[in-house]
């Protein structure tokens, strides 16, 4: 009769520091003759990296019921996850397998999953194409690639500002880090620095250690635009005539410019004119805007009076030179005739 011997582990799980499982064939009866297993090893452990065998065959003596060979894990640094070791009858010499014979164990591994730092190279590039790398680096290495998931903030444009060669880093098994770059994108707009702030969103096979976030600055190279004042009306009625005055840009900016104005002359505010506002705010892409000043009627004879404006500051721009525009206000008014007696 022949024989059929059965495969069976003492342990469905292992330490990896070491751990030792056993794996039985056992005779359904005693032979006369020796019987000898083969064995085959898989599984998605890998021989000798992460475990080592006491042998590849099972040789039960004549007169006995079974024997084994043991399977010793092998401690390292990486974090692999729960790993198999599956072994299989290939052959039986004085013997027949019955049916398909297979027993597993599971290494276990005790190296924690990786944790993420993200950090950038350059703290500020040039706007005329300077390129930041932003790297993520593992506390140790993997064999699972290892995937970081980044969003872009910041006071600088996707596209208009900067590029980023992508939005994912993907961490090589075996490899401690991986990088993304940024680069600045030349424009004619005064914009003022800006920065570019890079997150980690998420992490795959990993963990991202605390809140990670690197920043690197767009160090802007055109010159804020310049500002003049003008005036429409060189005079205005005082029967609620209105005067504009217009601050023009030299050139779009890419930041609002403000233009804080004060008010002199010979007529007086509120009594014989009342200004729309004292600052005017240019809108980013835009190349002027005004305040109007409309004449205040009265039945007072003060002859003609003047108001004039000019630029007491400038935010996001300069003034050129020294900047004043002026209105005459018609008095409508007749001298006062004068009686003796």
Avoid at 111 to 124: K, S
Avoid at 227 to 233: E, F, I, P, S, Y
Wanted: aromatic content about 4%; cysteine-free.
């Amino acid at each position: 009769m022949r024989l059929s011997p059965r495969t069976s582990v003492n342990r469905a799980t292992i330490a990896e520091d070491a751990g030792v499982a056993t794996f039985t064939a056992t005779l359904s009866s005693v032979s006369s003759l020796p019987v000898t297993v083969d064995l085959g090893f898989t599984g998605t452990a890998t021989l000798t990296a992460d475990y080592t065998r006491s042998g590849t065959q099972i040789v039960i003596a004549a007169g006995s019921l079974s024997g084994f060979v043991t399977v010793t894990a092998v401690p390292d640094t990486l974090f692999e996850g729960g790993e198999t070791v599956v072994v299989d009858i290939t052959g039986v010499t004085n013997g027949t397998e019955s049916g398909t014979q297979q027993a597993t164990t599971t290494i276990a591994d005790d190296d924690g999953a990786p944790t993420v730092t993200l950090a950038v190279d350059l703290a500020n590039i040039a706007e005329n194409g300077g390129v930041a790398k932003f790297t993520a680096t593992l506390s140790h290495a993997s064999t699972q690639s290892v995937t970081v998931d980044l969003g872009f903030t910041g006071m600088a444009t996707l596209t208009d500002d900067y590029t980023p060669s992508g939005t994912q880093i993907v961490i090589a098994p075996g490899s401690l880090s991986g990088f993304v770059t940024v680069t600045a994108v030349q424009d004619t707009l005064y914009e003022g620095h800006e920065t570019v702030v890079v997150d980690i969103l998420a992490v795959t096979n990993g963990t991202e250690t605390g809140v990670q976030q690197a920043t690197t600055t767009i160090v802007d190279d055109d010159s804020p635009p310049t500002v003049t004042l003008t005036v429409d009306q060189a005079t205005i009625a005082e029967n609620g005539g209105v005067a504009r005055f217009t601050a023009t840009l030299s050139e779009v900016s890419g930041l609002p410019v403000t233009v804080d104005l004060g008010f002199t002359g010979s007529a007086t505010a509120t009594d014989d004119y009342s200004p729309s506002g004292t600052q005017i705010v240019i809108a980013a892409g835009s190349l002027s805007g005004f305040v109007t000043v409309t004449a205040v009627q009265d039945n007072v004879y003060e002859g003609n009076e003047t108001v004039a404006v000019h630029i007491t500051g400038v935010t996001n721009g300069t003034e050129t030179g020294v900047q004043q525009a002026t209105a005459t206000i018609l008095d409508d008014d007749n001298p006062p005739m004068v009686t003796l007696s």
